[in-house]
């Protein structure tokens, strides 16, 4: 890759001198000393001059070499007086003409040069400036980045958790390795290569692993960076981004935010005519226009691929969709060792234990996972990093950062503190729930006064209705704990009501899990298939269906907070004990509220 130097001032500095010392030199080879015209007449009578040249108002001449003495010069000059000098000249047999000699190659030499100096100075501080800053002669040049493989150094042992997705790479590096193995039997590499995915889950370093293990030149830009306020400069960006990789032929280009760029067409505001629409045209052209046996291959990656356009999808061009979904535990357990490679870690790390502890995680989350617990071990200046700073870290990730300087008063920490065993004391005593881990009021993140810490055993992909249900009642634990002790409510339940009813409403709306409602769909609004996006648009269903579906989430909520209460009203020794030794300690762990349930029981 071409390293750029930035313009410096000492650049022009030493131009200058330079100049200055050759005009100099210049100066001191062609000196021509003024004399007056009777040392002229002097000279001229000693027979020391050699040449002259006649002007109208001067006589300029050199004189002979046995003239010149050190400290003289041998070019002279003096104002011609009268009109007798031909004849004094003719009479001492000195030539003479009548024309002053030309300069032309001295002024070449002091004036031309130094132009051409100061000229090569100029181009070269607006080469620099315009390699920092593109001009208009460049606009339409695409800004891909381009790496060759040193610059890369990442292959497949560097991408862990996404095996299956690799898998349906090593035919495009196959194909790149060896295109004749596959064109000679007459078949076809796919012409583009979609990844699909969440964010963090490794889309671009697994691009940049194709093109590390393929050992090919790597076309990197996004989709944003084709889009800019000039007409027409997008589509000329695509056709010179195009042109360049089959110069380099075999490569990848892959551009990533494919959705910047690939976005439905016709359903802006300006209709089929704006900038972005014409720049897409350009892509699906260039597409459909380029060979796939000449060894380029088109990657791009988006986490927004309901909302591509359709021509993009179609068999010819992005013909090949590879889901890098989020890792389960497993996959997990093998971006951690990744990871891991890069920090030192005590070596009886428990890598499983880590890895149930980060569920939904993905492979960004858990890179910031081990760089966390790297700062806490430097912090705590230890040597190795500890499964105690993992766990913290991901305290720290999940709930936010502890605020232990936040003062709360006493009444508000003894709320905080019955709200969070209300949670776990309900999660410990329902089946199907996920156990407790942790119960903290140390304040952490924005607002959270306090928390409690539920991690899955193992990945669930499917949850039963009495599953939803008691994951209700948890959530709902907290509020009813405030009732039963202090007779009470506070607003500390805002994000546990959220959640219960969000459950609540898909358990109507979309799994078909109230018996009023009955097995419908009522889920109709275009949501993002990656990202945590609100639903857009419309609701499709009646008034009456709406109010029966408010009626049966409100149903789902005042059943499970009635659980809820029933519970902590038969545990309310073990929610007074629970909350004592909170109170005193900021931090328990689950097992400790567990063993004071299991003693309450036996008494």
Same mark, same amino acid.
């Given at each position: 890759m071409?390293?750029?130097h930035?313009?410096?001032?000492?650049?022009m500095?030493?131009g200058?001198?330079?100049?200055?010392?050759?005009?100099?030199?210049l /100066?001191?080879?062609?000196?021509?000393?003024?004399?007056?015209?009777?040392?002229f007449l002097?000279?001229?009578?000693e027979?020391?001059i050699?040449?002259?040249?006649i002007?109208?108002?001067?006589?300029q001449?050199?004189?002979?070499?046995?003239a010149?003495t050190?400290?003289k010069?041998?070019m %002279?000059?003096?104002?011609?007086?009268?009109?007798?000098?031909? +004849?004094?000249?003719?009479?001492?047999q000195? *030539?003479f003409?009548?024309?002053?000699?030309?300069t032309?190659?001295?002024?070449?030499?002091?004036?031309?040069?130094p132009?051409?100096?100061?000229?090569?100075?100029?181009? %070269?501080?607006?080469?620099?400036?315009?390699?920092? =800053?593109p001009?208009?002669?460049?606009l339409?040049?695409?800004?891909?980045?381009?790496?060759?493989?040193?610059?890369l150094?990442?292959?497949?042992?560097?991408?862990?958790?996404?095996?299956?997705?690799?898998?349906e790479?090593?035919?495009?590096?196959?194909?790149?390795?060896e295109?004749?193995?596959?064109?000679?039997?007459?078949?076809?590499?796919?012409?583009g290569?979609?990844?699909?995915?969440?964010p963090g889950?490794?889309k671009?370093l697994?691009?940049?692993a194709?093109?590390?293990?393929?050992?090919?030149?790597?076309?990197s830009m996004?989709?944003? +960076?084709? @889009?800019?306020m000039?007409?027409g400069l997008?589509?000329?960006r695509?056709?010179?981004?195009?042109?360049? #990789?089959?110069?380099?032929a075999?490569?990848?280009i892959?551009i990533?935010?494919?959705?910047?760029?690939?976005?439905?067409?016709?359903?802006?505001?300006?209709?089929?005519?704006?900038?972005?629409?014409?720049?897409?045209?350009?892509?699906?052209?260039?597409?459909?226009?380029?060979?796939?046996?000449?060894g380029v291959?088109?990657?791009?990656?988006?986490?927004?691929?309901?909302?591509l356009?359709? #021509?993009l999808?179609?068999p010819?061009?992005?013909?090949?969709?590879?889901l890098?979904?989020?890792?389960?535990?497993?996959?997990?357990?093998a971006i951690?060792? /990744?990871?891991? &490679?890069?920090?030192?870690?005590?070596e009886?790390?428990?890598?499983? &234990?880590?890895a149930?502890?980060?569920p939904?995680? @993905?492979?960004?989350?858990?890179?910031?996972?081990i760089n966390? !617990?790297?700062?806490l071990?430097v912090?705590?200046k230890? =040597?190795?990093v500890g499964?105690?700073? %993992? +766990?913290?870290?991901?305290?720290?990730?999940?709930?936010?950062?502890? $605020?232990k300087?936040?003062l709360?008063?006493?009444?508000?920490?003894e709320?905080v503190?019955?709200?969070?065993?209300?949670?776990?004391?309900?999660?410990?005593?329902?089946?199907g729930t996920?156990?407790?881990?942790?119960?903290?009021?140390i304040?952490?993140?924005? *607002?959270?006064?306090?928390?409690?810490?539920?991690?899955?055993?193992?990945?669930?992909?499917?949850m039963s209705r009495?599953?939803?249900?008691?994951?209700?009642?948890?959530?709902?634990?907290g509020?009813?704990?405030?009732?039963?002790?202090?007779?009470?409510?506070?607003t500390g339940?805002?994000n546990?009501? *959220?959640?219960?009813?969000?459950?609540?409403?898909?358990m @109507?709306?979309?799994?078909?899990?109230? /018996?009023k409602?009955?097995?419908?769909?009522?889920?109709?609004?275009?949501q993002?298939?990656?990202?945590?996006?609100g639903?857009?648009?419309?609701?499709?269903?009646? +008034?009456a269906t709406?109010?029966?579906?408010?009626?049966e @989430?409100?149903?789902?909520?005042?059943?499970?907070?009635?659980?809820?209460?029933?519970?902590?009203?038969?545990?309310?020794e /073990?929610?007074?004990?629970? #909350?004592?030794?909170?109170?005193?300690k900021?931090?328990?762990?689950?097992?400790e509220i $567990? !063993?004071?349930?299991q003693?309450?029981?036996k008494?």
């Open positions: 071409e390293k750029r930035k313009f410096s001032i000492w650049y500095l030493l200058i001198w330079m100049v200055l010392i050759i005009q100099q030199y /100066v001191s080879l062609f000196a021509i000393e003024t004399i007056p015209y009777s040392r002097q000279l001229l009578s027979g020391k050699e040449e002259v040249a002007s109208s108002n001067q006589i001449g050199k004189l002979k070499d046995d010149v050190e400290g010069k041998k %002279f000059k003096t104002v011609r007086v009268d009109r007798e000098t031909s +004849e004094l000249l003719n009479r001492y000195v *030539a003409k009548g024309e002053v000699e030309s032309f190659v001295r002024n070449l030499m002091s004036w031309i040069i132009v051409f100096l100061f000229f090569g100075i100029w181009y %070269f501080m607006m080469k620099r400036m315009a390699g920092q =800053q001009g208009f002669m460049t339409g040049k695409n800004k891909a980045k381009i790496y060759v493989e040193e610059d150094g990442v292959d497949f042992d560097d991408v862990a958790g996404v095996e299956e997705a690799k898998q790479l090593i035919e495009v590096v196959e194909f790149l390795k295109p004749g193995r596959f064109t000679q039997l007459g078949g076809k590499l796919p012409k290569v979609l990844l699909v995915g969440p889950t490794g671009t697994l691009a940049k194709v093109a590390g293990e393929s050992k090919v030149p790597f076309f996004s989709g944003s +960076e084709f @889009v800019e000039f007409v997008g589509a000329a695509v056709r010179d981004l195009f042109a360049q #990789a089959k110069q380099k075999p490569c990848i892959f990533d935010e494919l959705d910047a760029l690939g976005k439905a067409r016709g359903i802006g505001i300006t209709g089929g005519h704006d900038e972005r629409e014409q720049t897409l045209n350009q892509l699906l052209v260039e597409m459909d226009g380029f060979d796939p046996t000449v291959v088109l990657m791009a990656a988006t986490n927004r691929p309901e909302i356009d359709p #021509a999808l179609r010819g061009r992005f013909d090949r969709q590879i890098v979904d989020r890792p389960d535990k497993v996959e997990r357990e951690l060792k /990744v990871h891991l &490679k890069n920090i030192k870690a005590e009886d790390l428990d890598i499983g &234990k880590l149930s502890m980060t939904g995680m @993905v492979g960004a989350d858990l890179a910031n996972l966390e !617990a790297a700062l071990a912090r705590r230890k =040597q190795k499964m105690p700073e %993992f +766990e913290e870290a991901v305290e720290r990730v999940v709930a936010g950062l502890e $605020k300087n936040r709360i008063n006493p009444k508000e920490r709320i503190a019955y709200h969070e065993l209300g949670h776990a004391v309900v999660a410990l005593s329902l089946p996920d156990p407790v881990q942790k119960i903290s009021i304040p952490r993140g924005i *607002a959270a006064l306090g928390y409690t810490m539920q991690t899955p055993t193992e990945d669930r992909f499917l009495t599953e939803l249900l008691n994951k209700i009642a948890t959530l709902l634990g509020r009813a704990a405030e009732e039963i002790v202090f007779d009470d409510i506070s339940a805002h546990d009501l *959220a959640r219960a009813t969000d459950i609540a409403t898909s @109507v709306k979309e799994y078909g899990m109230s /018996v409602v009955g097995q419908v769909y009522f889920a109709r609004e275009k993002s298939r990656f990202l945590n996006l639903p857009e648009g419309a609701t499709e269903y009646s +008034e709406a109010e029966l579906i408010d009626n @989430v409100r149903e789902i909520i005042n059943t499970q907070y009635s659980k809820a209460l029933d519970i902590l009203r038969k545990c309310r /073990v929610l007074n004990k629970g #909350a004592k030794l909170l109170l005193a900021e931090k328990i762990e689950g097992n $567990k !063993a004071i349930m003693e309450m029981q008494t």
